[in-house]
């Protein structure tokens, strides 16, 4: 097969040359050259002042700002529709009128497509202005009236783009497209050799002119879609849409729209007036009956009417001669007293300094976010350094109350007498010593003690080492032990060396009792 396609294609190339077709048929020159031609396609639509062109002009929105094929368009029903809104785009919130699609060329089975639509800074380019006149249209002045929400199979397979007012489910057909979208790209001077798939290539390639990805591309017209498409994104990349309602597609928070001003209660009351009362009835449903998708084409429509509202002024003045003009609503007091106020608003926001301010909001806004993370930041710094210093600080104060009690405890033992015994020094007694050279050598065994470098309370502080305990020991004369006689060999003279002495030595008896001289423990027994 693809051999045969091959053999095909070069037959057909060869065919082109010898009949010298034109060289720009299929090449970025065929096609949309700016965008005053899509308004003029536009514009063509509805200039036919009929229901139909109002029609034709939403299919041909869908195939350029939805990227949908022609038999995507057609097979659209009011069910596929649904509507988000996205914050932080700009001053103006970002309506998105969601369509979902589940068949097509390329979807056969069932696979859920998402695809969107914003309003566009040219009001006579906004695809879902368009939709909204025509949608009011549809159900004010259309013979086949508002869809009836009594059930799902009531309204679920009415057509957006009815090939006739005579039955809701009949889709458009391609000959009916085919000849309306000819007609449009003639009148604005387009050339081109194809007919209902320009505007799908014409609105990727506008994308790209403004500088959107070609992955973004890819994705908002759901070419070589992976399984993360598939099943995870919402396939509506934000530059696309836009790029194509002419914003700047990345890095901006710049959608604003002059017109977005508000409108009355009692007025938006006026279109679509059955609203409220499919509102309620849809919110006091239970169990199967309930039908949300229900619930969110009306929530979508009450937006609608405020876009109609915004968008249909500026129609008023384009098209003057326009079918729609004969309604009771333009010919309603507070519809025309609104409509001198909203040229004044609009001027007035368009020229003024509000609308540089609101556009210059975002940047300012961001430039304040980045400074404001800056600041926390450093906040956070200066905390944790804090937070360090005083858990240094409470080391310190522990570490000084640690050495005042190990200060304390010396200064305590320090306080106490110390008495070192003479036969740790290594001194002698000699037994010929006389009590009063025993009292004085008994002097002499306590030793001088002295403190050297006692720090004070801040010296502590800083850990320096404890004091040091130095024990001098003077030189002075000190008794030499006693030593009984091991020649006695009576009672008698052992009693008397213990009470009175023997050879001018001192009593035992003395030596044991006297409270200032401890020479229990120095009494030597000679061999």
């Given amino acids: 097969m693809k051999s045969l396609l091959l053999v095909l294609r070069r037959v057909d190339e060869q065919t082109k040359r010898e009949m010298f077709i034109d060289k720009t048929s299929n090449t970025i020159f065929d096609g949309y050259q700016n965008r005053k031609q899509i308004e003029d396609c536009f514009s063509a639509y509805v200039s036919r002042n009929t229901e139909q062109g109002l029609r034709d002009a939403v299919a041909h929105a869908l195939g350029l700002y939805v990227l949908y094929r022609g038999d995507n368009q ?143 591309i890819a994705r ?56 409220e009362k499919w509102e309620m009835d849809l919110s006091l449903r239970q169990g199967d009956a309930i039908d949300r998708q229900a619930m969110t084409f009306v929530q979508l429509l009450k937006h609608l009417r405020k876009v109609f509202f915004q968008d249909i002024c500026a129609w008023r003045q384009k098209y003057p001669e326009l079918y729609l003009w004969s309604h009771s609503l333009f010919q309603n007091d507070e519809f025309k007293q609104w409509e001198a106020c909203y040229f004044d608003t609009c001027s007035l926001r368009t020229n003024s300094h509000d609308r540089r301010l609101a556009e210059a909001m975002p940047q300012l806004a961001s430039t304040l976010s980045a400074h404001f993370m800056k600041q926390t930041q450093d906040s956070n710094e200066i905390h944790h350094k804090l937070s360090s210093l005083i858990t240094t600080a409470q080391n310190q104060d522990v570490s000084l109350n640690l050495n005042q009690q190990q200060l304390s405890r010396i200064l305590v033992a320090l306080s106490q007498p110390i008495i070192l015994p003479s036969i740790l020094q290594g001194t002698e007694i000699t037994a010929s010593e006389t009590p009063a050279q025993s009292e004085t050598t008994s002097r002499a065994l306590q030793p001088t003690v002295t403190l050297e470098n006692i720090p004070t309370s801040s010296t502590a502080a800083e850990g320096t080492a404890p004091p040091l305990l130095t024990v001098v020991n003077q030189p002075r004369s000190v008794l030499t032990p006693f030593s009984l006689l091991r020649t006695l060999r009576t009672v008698n003279q052992v009693w008397e060396e213990y009470t009175t002495g023997l050879n001018g030595k001192p009593s035992a008896k003395m030596m044991y009792e006297n409270p200032q001289h401890h020479w229990g423990s120095l009494l030597i027994r000679s061999s």
């Fill in 220 to 275: 908002a017209g759901h070419w070589n879609q992976d399984v993360l498409e598939n099943v995870y994104l919402g396939h509506m990349p934000r530059s696309v849409l836009r790029a194509l309602a002419g914003f700047k597609p990345y890095g901006s928070q710049d959608y604003y729209l002059p017109r977005d001003i508000p409108v009355p209660d009692t007025l938006q009351r006026m279109v679509f007036p059955s609203l």
């Fill in 74 to 216: 057609r097979g659209m029903e009011l069910s596929d529709l649904a509507y988000t809104v996205w914050d932080n785009e700009g001053p103006t919130p970002m309506l998105v009128v969601v369509c979902v699609s589940r068949r097509g060329k390329v979807n056969k089975h069932g696979k859920v497509e998402y695809s969107g639509l914003i309003r566009n800074k040219d009001v006579f380019m906004c695809p879902v202005g368009i939709l909204a006149v025509y949608l009011f249209q549809a159900g004010s002045l259309g013979d086949d009236g508002f869809p009836n929400l009594a059930s799902r199979e009531t309204w679920y397979n009415d057509k957006l783009l009815q090939h006739s007012i005579y039955s809701r489910t009949d889709q458009l057909t391609y000959k009916a497209q085919y000849d309306s979208i000819t007609q449009a790209l003639k009148s604005a001077q387009v050339n081109t050799g194809k007919k209902t798939h320009i505007n799908r290539a014409g609105g990727a390639q506008l994308a790209e002119s403004e500088g959107v990805s070609a992955q973004d």
